[in-house]
Structure formats: structure tokens, C-alpha cells
Nanobody, 124 residues
């Protein structure tokens, strides 16, 4: 069983920054594709970004490109999401997710394990 724990969410003013972390249990973290998704009230969960097992491949949603940066530390079993220039429309619960197996995907159903989520609120 893989467990994920997100942290780092909070309340920030527009234009500010936050850094989310996601700690993952298990000895095979370095083989996982990791993704970040978010869900705003009344909306479906949407893809934000993924990173390949090596960190060599990343892919961002257009809405966050140039503002958010994903990274991973396989020695610490942790993936990070640095969020800069935050906007009120970034307000959501942010989830990290693990994909076990090959391939890089932007769909939520392609990921096997999920964290409990961390709230990010951006005030205008």
C-alpha cells in the first residue's frame, strides 16, 4: 500500500507564493510518475502537472505554466510543487497522486494512489 501526505497549503495573497510537499511511503518511489491535481468547489478535479520517475520529463497545464514548478527528491520520497504568482483562481484543494507503471498521463483515472489533499486559498 502506498500512502501520500501533502503539506504546505494555506492562505496567501494574490501574487504570493506557496510550496507544497507530498511525502510518499514505499521503497519504489523512484519508479513512480507523480502528479498534482486540484479541485475547486463545485468543479471537477483538474490536472496541474506531472513529473516522470527520473524528473526528466514534466508537463504543465496551460493555466499554471510559467508560474508553478514541480520537482522531486527520490532520496526523500518527496515531490514538491512551487507555486509563484498565485491568482485567486488557483484556490482549490491540491492533491498529489502516484501512478504505478509506465507512461505519462494527465487524467486522474490514470493514477493509482492519492493523498488527502491540502487547501490553497488565494485572496484578491
Amino acid at each position: 500500500q502506498v500512502q501520500l501526505v501533502e503539506s504546505g497549503g494555506g492562505l496567501v495573497q494574490a501574487g504570493g507564493s506557496l510550496r507544497l510537499s507530498c511525502a510518499v511511503s514505499g521503497r519504489t518511489f523512484s519508479t513512480y510518475t507523480m502528479g498534482w491535481f486540484r479541485q475547486a468547489p463545485g468543479k471537477e478535479r483538474e490536472f496541474v502537472v506531472y513529473i516522470s520517475w527520473s524528473g526528466g520529463s514534466t508537463y504543465y497545464a496551460d493555466s499554471v505554466k510559467g508560474r508553478f514548478t514541480i520537482s522531486r527528491d527520490n532520496a526523500k520520497n518527496t515531490v514538491y510543487l512551487q507555486m509563484n504568482s498565485l491568482k485567486p483562481e488557483d484556490t482549490a484543494v491540491y492533491y498529489c497522486a502516484v501512478r504505478v507503471g509506465s507512461g505519462l498521463f494527465t487524467t486522474a483515472r490514470s493514477y493509482n494512489y492519492w493523498g488527502q489533499g491540502t487547501q490553497v486559498t488565494v485572496s484578491s
